[in-house]
């Protein structure tokens, strides 16, 4: 699968520290190989989305067809659903 990634996170990718970068590019590997470990399913508002957890990291996405992963937020599990679900409230004003 290819993965295509939001600005966020980009952006989000880039400002890690070393260690924590590798460790993400890692886990996007093989999630694009179809082999992630913890992923899941996300209910709710957030119906349709997947997250893979690396860490206190998460990332959420979904599939599109092609196959395509489109990454769409990612940040600390703390903040991660909130800030994308206000996203998602703002973008389709």
Known sequence: ?????????????VSLPPDAKKRVRAALRL??????????A??????????LRIGDYRVIYHVED???IKLDYA???ETV????????ALTRL
């Open 1 to 13: 699968m290819r993965i295509l990634a939001s600005e966020q996170v980009q952006g989000w990718l």
């Open 31 to 40: 999630l694009a190989a179809g082999r992630a470990g913890e992923v899941a």
């Open 42 to 51: 996300l209910r709710g508002e957030l119906d349709g989305y997947r997250r």
């Open 66 to 68: 092609g196959p395509v």
């Open 75 to 77: 940040d600390i599990r």
């Open 81 to 88: 659903y909130g800030a994308f679900l206000q996203i998602r």
